[in-house]
């Protein structure tokens, strides 16, 4: 009896310590959660390096209203919902043994999160337009990176669901997720939604999956009528009818023109310059898009970083497996957060 006695002693000792350890490791995470809400929220309206707009001062005010920017928007808003919801499934799973099942719900998070970037991601790639996906191939940069961002989500669902079975190898239970991850991390520097895609242009007629409809799906008989309504014989053109009799009402001096050619020269230079400023030109849109990819590619290489620590193993720390799914929150807060 005495020499049990100091064992059962240790056994609760032990007991008591492991369960301390738990408790700060959840009021840890906790508390670390709260920082990446707050990080996430102050990164989104901070520039992600610290270098001045001023030559982008005398820009025109007005710039034309992108027609993809919504649509653009709740894709990445959509994915950073999947990507909240697989930080808070790991780390549930993490703090409680109650929800070790989750460590299943969260691989097929990235695989729904990969089809609806497919099959949804943009507009007049089929099927939610009446473009074929060799258009994407050949011609839209855009599109085509939305889909090889789609098959790296898939990808890595499959290969976490393989991981969490047991039935990866530890070459690729270790490496698997931080090169995907880095791949995607990589490509941000390479996304441009600046560039058209070329959808109007006469080439894409011979990509259409149904001929009888345009580029977005809806039949050609209607767009016909909308534009042979607007170019009826009857319908009165101002800017037209006012060049038309400017033209007649004002007629050439050309022995004024010959005598004075500044107002001349001066046009040429002032397009010349306004030229040469717009090759150099970025709209507070495309400097916002920039600064919040910057940190897209950020935080995806610090989750492809701690992810390849926690799965090889290389760094025992109980804070350890509780990095890459908070940098998780985070990246997915950005997302949600997105604006252009």
């Known amino acids: ?116 970037l497919a099959l949804w991601s943009d507009g007049e790639i089929w099927p939610r337009g009446n473009l074929n996906w060799l258009w994407l191939l050949h011609h839209d940069a855009e599109a085509r990176q939305h889909k090889i961002y789609s098959l790296l989500l898939v990808a890595i669902g499959v290969i976490e669901y393989a991981r969490i079975r047991g039935s990866l190898a530890r070459f690729w239970r270790t490496w698997a997720f931080p090169l995907l991850a880095v791949m995607g991390a990589g490509m941000l520097l390479l996304h441009d939604h600046t560039g058209g895609s070329g959808a109007r242009s006469p080439e894409a007629e011979a990509y259409l999956v149904n001929p009888a409809l345009d580029v977005d799906g809806k039949p050609r008989a209607a767009n016909a009528a909308n534009n042979d309504g607007d170019n009826s014989p009857g319908q009165h053109h101002p800017l037209q009818a006012s060049s038309e009799s400017s033209m007649t009402a004002a007629p050439m001096d050309h022995g004024a023109m010959l005598m004075d050619p500044s107002p001349m020269t001066l046009a040429v230079s002032t397009g010349d310059s306004v030229s040469g400023f717009h090759h150099h030109f970025m709209t507070d849109s495309m400097l916002r898009v920039e600064r919040q990819h910057m940190w897209f590619l950020i935080v995806g290489l610090a989750i492809g970083l701690f992810k390849f620590i926690s799965d090889g193993e290389f760094f025992r720390h109980r804070m350890v497996p509780y990095m890459w799914p908070t940098c998780m929150l985070l990246l997915g807060f950005l997302l949600v957060l997105y604006r252009e």
């Open 1 to 116: 009896m005495q020499a049990t006695q100091p064992l059962q002693e240790n056994l609760t000792f032990q007991g008591n310590r492991a369960r301390r350890i738990k408790q700060n490791a959840i009021r840890s995470a906790f508390r670390l959660s709260f920082y990446v809400i707050v990080l996430a929220c102050v990164t989104a309206s901070r520039p992600a390096f610290a270098h001045s707009s001023r030559e982008f001062s005398s820009a025109p005010a007005s710039h034309p209203i992108d027609a993809n920017k919504g649509p653009s928007e709740l894709n990445h808003h959509i994915s950073g919902w999947a990507l909240i919801g697989v930080g808070l499934l790991v780390l549930t799973g993490f703090l409680s043994p109650r929800f070790e099942t989750h460590r299943y719900l969260w691989p097929a998070l990235f695989i729904l999160a990969g089809l609806y």
